[in-house]
């Protein structure tokens, strides 16, 4: 827990006098609303939430979600709209529904290589400003793996950092990207990260970065990570070379605790912690914003899957459906969430119930019915 | 259309005669062992000084036909490279086309370049290659790693060019050029016809980045043209890192730009055991080839005869590959992975309790 200093105090004020501050996907106030132990009246109504299956197996994920929602009788409908990778433009009815509903269940959508098209993932991240994305990697009980006692979250700045997209060519055959670290971006995913370890009972932050050799931009990060560290005295922080950081990961995964990174460096960070705790088949993530959350399969590698997994239908939905967990406590139906966590749980933790990637042979069906099976 | 083509093939030609003329030398310095072959090399600091001695004594011991030049890193700043090592070092390096460098420390201070920087930009260091494989007898938790490294070096992501747009706003370069990205690819397919490898993956994030790693995967795609027997791939960053970390074994040349290699390289080596075990070579104009043990200089256990020489012995085993002597390399590396998987003489890193001679002598008796 921090300590309570005058400044952390005055943090706290500032927030419950009603200035909006990013949110945590595992379930605190919404705005302008209170957590109380007692549901008021009205609470059960259902609540819509917009839903995106994507592309590949991206509806056969989705679907496997929208059975277990059924089985639960859980307080969510869905709005569902098709979207495909190979879209110029997100269409304005989308984002429309998200901005009304707030919430978001999405599969993969795939990104074309080399083409003309902008990747429609990153045009949804910056309309809607989800500005942290978050892997949750952790060790399932039951699930073996060449490493032991993972329990990594990793954030990631979601809109600027490599991915801005402004590249052109100098003269033919010289190509330029430009890399944009701002102050703000900065500081608002250092403010993010810190406030989810403090919110999680979390005792580390460790900041990825670069800097030694790019000393300007990954040294603005640093600095706006050193401000924010300063006001959580309670919450220890260190910083780590993106280098030595994936080989750490492979090494000595146990000394990672809560890890935040610029865009790119997040992205590998993610997939890698996700690699060793067992696969980017199961680990929940999201993207939050300021009033938006969008829940996904966590780290990016595979979600779209390919042909063979699309055409046998033996695509993991264990990722979407703890994501949908995370959702239902980012809704406020805790006992929902936990409900669906025990009984994904109990699956992997039985093991007869596996897809390929996890070391079985089943199919998305037969997963989806052992976990509705398992649901108490 | 066509006259394109073609000058685009000749400038790949231009540039690959550019680049291994050296080998044919070294061809015929490999036909007549009588006349050894000079090398230079720099121990370094910390136990640099140590674990060259170990080569030396190996390399003696296999007799092997190599001259060592030693050169030194000064203790003043020398005006004509602006940095610790003198400009005759570097001219040796030139003249003998290979090195082979120990760990250096990096001097603090401003007024100067620093030494890997000097090194690269003096000898036109175009690509770090580094071999990751398992060591029998050495457990770690991946057992069949074999795979091999092969970054970008000059440019990319590392180009230094920063600067701050407005208070608050910064910005950062990374620059892709077409001559860079065909020299690195060129290099990567030599490498893995030379070496019996089947397979080469271009590892990139072109569905983000289209123009820049765009351009690099265009770059390597002609290349791949140039050698059909070798099977060519592209995997984009984020499938590679999981895959590396759940089946490493997938996996045989990888070749990627600069960020992208230099993060990669550390994590195949972390699969490994660490950089202490890993070897590590750079390729530069003209063939020269720049040996050297990528660890730190580990200046708590320096002169205590307790460092592991095993990055350099192996570093030194992949000069003399690129110098054609297969023969004497294979003896060599036989001898430290017999050693190594035999775990009676094992450094403190390992988890054994072997001084650095002792360990030495073991690799000597093995051969």
């Known amino acids: 827990m921090a300590r309570r200093t005058p400044s952390l105090l005055r943090h706290l004020f500032r927030d419950a006098a009603g200035i909006v501050s990013p949110r945590s996907p595992r379930g605190r106030a919404e705005a302008r609303r209170f957590v109380t132990y007692m549901p008021r009246p009205g609470d059960g109504a ?53 901005r009304r509903n707030k919430v978001c269940l999405k599969g993969g959508l795939r990104t074309p290589v080399g083409g003309g098209v902008s990747s429609l993932n990153m045009q949804l991240r910056r309309e809607l400003d989800l500005y942290a994305s978050l892997v949750h990697c952790f060790n399932l009980q039951g699930l073996p793996t060449r490493h032991e006692k993972v329990d990594i979250v990793v954030i990631r700045e979601n809109t600027e950092g490599e991915y801005s997209g402004l590249e052109h060519e100098v003269v033919p055959g010289v190509v330029e990207s430009l890399k944009v670290i701002t102050k703000f971006c900065s500081e608002r995913i250092a403010k993010y990260a810190f406030e989810y370890a403090y919110l999680n009972n979390r005792k580390t932050v460790t900041a990825v970065h670069k800097a030694n050799i790019m000393k300007l931009a990954d040294g603005l990060f640093l600095e706006s990570c050193r401000e924010v560290a300063k006001k959580y005295p309670g919450i220890k922080y260190n910083e780590i070379i993106v ?130 099976a398992k649901l108490d | 259309m066509a006259l394109g083509r073609l000058l685009q093939r000749a400038s790949i030609n231009q540039i690959s005669s550019r680049i291994f003329p050296a080998f044919e030398r070294s061809f015929s310095a490999a036909a007549s062992p009588s006349e050894p072959i000079r090398a230079t090399l720099f121990p370094g600091d910390g136990i640099g000084p140590e674990i060259a001695e170990s080569v030396k004594h190996v390399f003696n011991a296999a007799q092997v036909p190599i001259e060592w030049e030693e050169h030194f890193v000064g203790d003043k700043v020398d005006p004509r490279t602006e940095s610790f090592l003198t400009w005759e070092s570097l001219e040796s390096v030139r003249r003998n086309g290979v090195g082979l460098k120990g760990p250096m420390a990096t001097p603090i201070g401003k007024g100067h370049r620093s030494l890997n920087l000097t090194l690269r930009k003096e000898l036109g260091l175009y690509a770090n290659v580094r071999p990751c494989y398992s060591l029998p007898g050495y457990k770690t938790r991946y057992d069949d790693v074999n795979l091999v490294t092969i970054r970008e070096n000059t440019e990319g992501e590392y180009s230094g060019l920063e600067h701050q ?103 195949c080596a972390g699969l490994i055991g660490g950089l202490g075990l890993t070897p590590s070579c750079n390729i530069g104009e003209g063939g020269i080839a720049l040996a050297e043990a990528v660890h730190g200089s580990a200046p708590d256990i320096a002169g205590k005869n307790l460092s592991n020489p095993t990055a350099l012995l192996l570093s030194s085993v992949m000069m003399l590959r690129h110098l054609k002597l297969t023969d004497k390399a294979d003896q060599i590396h036989n001898a430290i992975l017999n050693t190594i998987s035999e775990g009676k003489y094992r450094t403190v890193d390992l988890g054994g309790n072997s001084s650095t001679t002792d360990f030495t002598k073991a690799v000597c008796d093995h051969l």
Not at chain 1, 56 to 83: K, R
Not at chain 1, 273 to 283: E, K, N, Q, R, Y
Request: net charge negative; charged share 20%; glycine share 8%.
């Open chain 1, 46 to 98: 259902p609540r819509p939430v917009t839903l995106i299956p994507g592309d590949g197996i991206g509806p056969l994920v989705t679907g496997a979600v929208q059975q277990v929602m059924e089985a639960m009788h859980a307080p969510v409908y869905f709005e569902t709209y098709e979207v495909h990778g190979d879209m110029t433009t997100v269409p304005a009815e989308v984002i429309e529904s998200i």
């Open chain 1, 243 to 372: 280098d030595n950081c994936c080989m750490q990961l492979v090494s000595k995964p146990e000394q990672f605790d809560v890890m935040v990174t610029p865009n790119l460096y997040g992205n590998l960070v993610a997939n890698t912690a996700a690699g060793i705790a067992g696969g980017t088949g199961v680990m929940p993530g999201g993207n939050v914003g300021q009033d938006h959350a969008v829940f996904e399969q966590g780290a990016s590698a595979g979600n779209v899957g390919n042909e063979k997994i699309v055409e046998q239908k033996k695509a993991n939905p264990v990722a979407l459906l703890l994501s949908s967990a995370m959702m239902l406590r980012h809704l406020q139906f805790p006992s929902f969430a936990d409900r669906l966590e025990t009984a994904v749980k109990r699956v992997i933790a039985e093991g007869r119930y596996r897809t390929k990637d996890l070391g079985g042979s089943s199919t998305t069906q037969e997963v989806v019915d052992a976990v509705i």
């Open chain 2, 165 to 267: 747009v407005v208070r608050g706003v910064v910005e950062s370069l990374k620059i892709i050029t077409r001559q860079a990205s065909l020299r690195v690819a060129e290099y990567a397919f030599h490498y893995a016809k030379a070496n019996g490898r089947q397979r080469v993956s271009a590892i990139h994030k072109a569905n983000i980045m289209r123009k820049t790693d765009g351009l690099f995967l265009k770059c390597c795609r002609e290349v791949a043209e140039k050698y059909p027997e070798i099977t060519y791939e592209e995997v984009i960053i984020d499938n590679c890192c999981m895959m590396l970390v759940k089946n490493p074994s997938l996996f045989d040349v990888l070749v990627m730009p600069n960020l992208y290699g230099d993060i990669i390289s550390d994590l």
